[in-house]
């Protein structure tokens, strides 16, 4: 396979990945399309050395990208088997157009190595995510959630981050620290401990744990400095309450026996260690559980060496007394230690001990074990992880199986529409016609009712409040279940107030429920049944009942009824199926109007009834809706439809060319371009997912090579999530529509486009 093959062949897979040769430098020969977006570069990096092209950050101290990359592609060499790297800084130089430098990135790599027929390595697949949007997401998700104040300084002493925790500790007002210097805000810190550990881990790099005191707010802080790239990470709590909590709690065990006696019985019943130390690290007193652990009956006077700690342990605790009583300041620390239990991880805390006078006479400290907390808590994290994956993947497989979908329902429906139009008067294939786009529409329906559930369990799907007429939703919902009511063969009453009844909703998502129950009745209801809607206003809601006479609904099932994907075990055997989610679809929607949805049933046999109740609007408009008329035919109008589908392509431009409009149909990005010169259209047509140059390109090409052409860009893609149509937006397109697009719809909106530039003449 030669060199121009293998990038033939890599090009257009997805995700971001480069092709490597097993020669010492690592010989670039191809790269996908992604990788070479997300990198700043172009097919000029096909056979030149990876780390030439992509060499380390020099200003960066934790850049360790090249070496751990390096050493990785040599294992993949050495085992032949795929390594996965944890998540890497490699920061990726800019274009000399965009500045140059150099800019911060983070990735999850994956090297697996190709092996010919023989077994002997070809070549190395270099695959990486891009996981510096997340990682800074994610940060600031934690921090904003952590209940310790969180602030970082710049090398200037400048605040850049602060969350809110901090702010609230602080009594600050939220973003009032940003960009403010420390020792201008808090005066006072100079030649503290704050100071001499700001300063240790800004110049040293050293990371600092202390609580000290700070005089100008009267309040005590625990402290613990980390260095980071751009200056320092300070966490911190008030911990004024529980030191005054403690003092006073030695206060009155100094002033009663009897109260000593109830602490140390409160003491021994908790799981806890418990102990105290004098000023000469000779234990004084610990509890029962302590005791126990240590293995001895009596602690007094004995030492940490004593009590069969080993040398270093024992060092780090002397020194931590000592801070304690030098500082009079509490200090925390977590430590493993491994004994007759196993490993187990304990969090401690030391806190000095004041007599009446305020004097240091001993430390006192509590040890609890932490291990399961912290399993579970990282198990939370895995799960959390876990779902928020498992959530991602399903909306992206919705959103690829609706445009997977889309793409055949487009030509299919054009196809239909000139049918019905080369076929009219046709008494004998008009039926025909009728079944085959119900079956068309019921596909649409099945697509859009998938995505719009996801959209609402997302939170994203949105509302467009407005007031709107009880009569015109029920008329607009029966007009379009009537194609199915005809087929079944049902008779359908529809029984409405005599006044006006006024709603404050989404006209499209209230037509949208009405319309599920009508299907659900007729699916349900074998042929040559009665179904009826009857509305009735009951104090400020009013109810909207849905009835049939089909099979019935077992009352066993109906709490089942509403749940995503259920059909409540009815009869397949008679009736059309379905997917099961426009019940749970219509419920959600009617929860986001204020409304409610429920289902009732006498049993098997005996029909079904699905009353939806809505509250009245508050105020009754004065004016009634104005009709709109239907639109005419486009009149010669020159439209440019550009789809790499060629069933979808023809199909449209013959709909539109009997519709009188002037066609030209493009395969692609760059037939379209050129075909757009010559034929100068007033509307484009313009699928999004094509090959090589996608519609986002086009958009954009179109719109600077020809900023003074009054032209129209119409996405028509089988891409319809919110991010799909912000993209269009930000591209350059006027409209965004969904395959298979509705053709009044799009007939309606070309001609509005006509309209509109026949007035501006």
């Known amino acids: 396979m030669t060199s121009s093959d293998i990038r033939r062949i890599f090009r257009h897979i997805p995700g971001p990945l480069l092709v490597l040769k097993t020669d010492p430098a690592f010989t670039i020969m191809a790269a996908s399309e992604d990788y070479l977006r997300i990198t700043h570069t172009t097919e000029k990096i096909f056979g030149r050395s990876l780390f030439e092209v992509f060499p380390g950050n020099p200003a960066a101290e934790d850049d360790s990208g090249v070496e751990n990359l390096l050493a990785s592609l040599e294992r993949v060499m050495a085992t032949r088997t795929p390594h996965t790297m944890a998540v890497q800084r490699y920061d990726v130089q ?14 999850a790599p994956i090297n697996s190595p190709v092996l ?7 070549f190395l697949i270099h695959r990486v995510e891009d996981a510096t949007a997340k990682a800074n997401s994610d940060a600031v998700a934690i921090l904003e959630s952590i209940t310790e104040g969180f602030f970082t300084l710049d090398r200037q002493w400048r605040f850049n981050y602060v969350n809110s925790e901090a702010h609230r500790i602080l009594d600050r007002e939220p973003g009032s620290l940003q960009g403010k210097v420390l020792w201008e805000t808090y005066p006072g810190l100079e030649g503290t401990e704050f100071e001499r550990a700001y300063h240790r881990t800004m110049h040293q790099r050293e990371k600092s744990s202390f609580t000290a005191f700070y005089a100008n707010q009267g309040r005590w802080y625990e402290v613990t400095t980390f260095p980071a790239p751009e200056g320092i990470s300070v966490y911190f709590r008030n911990v004024t309450d529980q030191k005054t909590m403690e003092a006073r709690q030695e206060e009155l065990i100094a002033k009663s026996e009897s109260q000593r006696r109830i602490y140390e019985t409160a003491l021994n019943s908790t799981p806890d260690f418990v102990y105290v130390f004098g000023l000469d690290h000779r234990a004084l007193y610990a509890n029962d ?53 196993g490993r187990r991880i304990y969090d401690y805390i030391f806190a000095p001990v004041f007599d009446a ?102 939170g994203t799907l949105s509302l467009r409040h407005e007031r709107v007429e009880l009569a015109a939703i029920v008329r607009n919902a029966v007009e379009t279940a009537s194609p199915l009511v005809q ?28 319309s599920n129950l009508l299907d659900n009745a007729v699916k349900y209801t074998e042929s040559g049944g009665r179904l009826a809607v009857r509305a009735q206003v009951q104090a400020d809601v009013v109810a909207v009942t849905v009835s049939d006479n089909g099979i019935g609904i077992d009352p066993a099932v109906l709490p089942r009824m509403f749940e995503m994907f259920s059909r409540g075990d009815r009869d397949s055997a008679r009736t059309q199926g379905g997917l ?3 019940l749970a679809l219509s419920r959600r929607l009617a929860e986001m109007h204020g409304g409610s949805l429920d289902a009732h049933s006498g049993g098997v046999g005996q029909g079904s009834q699905f009353t939806v109740r809505l509250p009245l609007a508050a105020v009754v408009p004065g004016g009634e809706p104005v009709a709109v008329g239907r639109a005419g035919e486009l009149a010669l109008m020159r439209v440019l439809v550009v789809d790499d589908n060629h069933d979808a392509g023809d199909s449209l431009a013959m709909v539109l060319d009997l519709l009188g409009a002037e066609v030209r149909v493009a395969r692609g990005g760059v037939e379209a371009l050129d075909m757009f010169a010559s034929f100068q259209p007033r509307v484009v047509l313009l699928d ?74």
């Open 116 to 122: 010919n027929d023989k077994g002997e390595l070809e």
């Open 289 to 341: 559980a302590l005791l126990k652990t240590w293995g001895v009956s009596d602690v007094r006077g004995k030492t940490w060496m004593d009590l069969g700690y080993e040398q270093w342990h024992a060092d780090m605790h002397d020194r931590e007394l000592d801070q304690v009583i030098n500082s009079r300041a509490p200090i925390r620390g977590e430590i493993p230690f491994t004994g007759t239990g």
């Open 487 to 514: 087929a079944a063969g049902h008779e359908l009453v529809v029984e409405l107030p005599d006044g006006p009844v006024w709603l404050d909703g989404d006209d499209v998502r209230l037509v949208q429920i009405l």
């Open 580 to 582: 099961g989610i426009g």
């Open 357 to 458: 006078e305020g004097k240091v006479v001993a430390v006192a400290g509590t040890t609890r074990d932490v291990t399961e907390r912290q399993a579970a808590d990282q198990a939370i994290r895995e799960q959390a992880a876990r779902l928020a994956e498992s959530d991602r993947s399903k909306d992206e497989f919705l959103a690829t199986l609706s445009h997977e979908l889309r793409n055949p329902l487009a030509p299919l429906r054009n196809s239909l529409a000139l049918l019905r139009r080369n076929a009219q008067g046709d008494e004998r294939s008009a039926p025909i016609h009728a079944m085959m786009e119900r079956q068309v529409n019921h596909l649409v329906r099945l697509v859009d009712d998938l995505l719009e559930l996801s959209r609402i369990s997302r």
């Open 688 to 761: 999004i997912g094509m090959p090589g140059m996608n519609g986002y390109d086009v958009a954009r090409a179109i719109r600077s090579g020809y900023p003074g052409h009054p032209v129209t860009i119409v996405a028509l893609t089988g891409w319809g999530q919110d991010d799909d149509l912000r993209r269009s937006r930000e591209a350059g397109f006027d409209h965004h529509l969904v395959k298979p697009a509705d053709l009044d719809a799009l007939q309606d909106l070309l001609s509005s486009i006509d309209k509109a530039a026949r007035d501006l003449a």
């Open 94 to 107: 800019l274009p000399p157009e965009e500045g140059g430098g150099f800019e911060e990135r983070y990735w």
